[in-house]
């Protein structure tokens, strides 16, 4: 389904964001996942923060 601008203008005014689906491809994804699962694993236990 393709979102109209007017549409994502919209819903980005109602919901304060808009998600853009295949907007980067897989590819990229999924090295970027890597490395942030790579800093957050060596990451010192001490450092992390709890919500």
Known sequence: MTTSPDDAVA?????GYLLLK???PDSIVSTLDT???????????DLTHSF
Do not use: I, N, S
Request: net charge negative; charged share 35%.
């Open 35 to 45: 490395a942030v699962r790579k800093l957050t694993d060596d990451r010192d236990p």
């Open 11 to 15: 819903q980005f005014t109602e919901q």
């Open 22 to 24: 295949q907007a980067v």
